[in-house]
């Protein structure tokens, strides 16, 4: 197939169903994918005939196999699920500034463009620089300075522990310990790799510190704290090194989302319509910044909301 210059398919707007995403319907495939993206549009484009599923015209919600090709007929900026178009600010001092990433926003500037964590502080507190930077899947707090000098001085908090991001992560396991220490270099293998993995002769020293909040039967919520500045994936890697893998993190091992039929029985599906995902993205919060007496919090999400509450109705301990 070729477009209207007589060239092939664009290969950003085609993607091949892979192991990982095989069942899901088209819509949470795209999402994860090309994402976030808004419903409604999705459906227009598919009605519109903008979206091809192994050169046919697609239904929205049809569930899809390994090996299934994808094609967009309608620029994915398009489709697009819009985001705040500001960061909540939550608090603010003559040195620090701390916003509310939602997840879903790229940090910094994303290749395939749209609004940045990074541009829309710039625009909203001319001069802040960052001090700890999110994964684009992960929401929370962003602490960040508000002058060079404050910027050395937080900095300098920050490594020596004064200053610091706490997490709450959600992981499926039944660990032994109530607490624990990862003091494990990490590095990624190639300059083209996403994911950090242990290299205790090549790897960047660092270590997350992690406790134990709250035991669901199968499933354990945590508190993870990165000491010193915080590297990306410095959480996501370490607890998977410790076999406390962030849920839903298939950078990391895990299933790439969690269905309320895995946790419920007796669940019972709408007939003709794929079950959507209970939480599609890996179940890490950075819920506070600290600061000597000074205590930030980012308000959870609603997804790790609502995923928190079913958990604790299906799966509370005894």
């Known amino acids: 197939m070729t477009d209207e210059t007589g060239e092939g398919p664009d290969p950003e707007q085609m993607f091949e169903v892979d192991r990982q995403h095989k069942g899901l319907s088209l819509f949470d495939f795209l999402d994860a994918v090309a994402g976030p993206l808004d419903r409604k549009a999705l459906v227009s484009a598919a009605r519109a005939r903008q979206v091809l599923l192994n050169g046919e015209p697609a239904l929205a919600g049809c569930t899809l196999r390994e090996g ?23 608090y603010r001092d003559a040195e620090l500034v701390v916003a ?6 790229p940090f910094g500037e994303s290749r395939h463009g749209g609004a940045s964590t990074v541009e829309r ?30 910027e050395q001085r937080l900095a300098a908090e920050l490594r020596e522990g004064r200053l610091r991001v706490e997490y709450l992560a959600v992981a499926r396991g039944t660990p032994d310990e109530e607490s624990g220490r990862v003091d494990v270099p990490l590095a990624r293998r190639r300059r083209a790799d996403t994911r950090l993995t242990p290299d205790p002769d ?29 590297n990306s994936h410095q959480v996501r890697a370490h607890l998977a090194a410790a076999g406390l893998t962030v849920l839903c993190d298939a950078l990391y091992g895990e299933d790439d ?17 794929p079950e959507r995902p209970l939480l ?15 205590s930030v919090p980012a308000p959870l999400p609603g997804d790790l909301s609502v995923l928190l509450a079913q958990l604790r109705r299906l799966r509370r301990l005894a």
Do not use: M, N
């Open 68 to 90: 299934d090709l994808v094609q967009l007929e309608i620029a994915r900026t398009e489709l697009r699920r819009s985001l705040p178009p500001t960061l909540e600010l939550l």
């Open 121 to 150: 502080l710039a625009e909203q507190v001319p001069g802040a620089r960052v001090l700890h930077r999110l994964d684009k899947d992960t929401s929370g707090v962003v602490p960040a300075a508000l002058s060079s000098a404050a």
């Open 202 to 230: 090549h790897g960047d020293p660092c270590a997350t510190a992690w406790r134990v909040e709250e035991r669901l039967r199968g499933f354990v919520v945590l508190r993870a704290v990165p000491e010193g500045k915080g």
């Open 280 to 294: 599609a993205r890996p179940a890490l919060h950075a819920e506070r910044v600290v600061r000597g007496d000074l």
């Open 100 to 105: 509310d990433k939602p997840a879903g926003l």
């Open 257 to 273: 989302r969690l269905l309320l039929s895995q946790l419920k029985l007796e669940y019972r599906g709408k007939r003709g319509r």
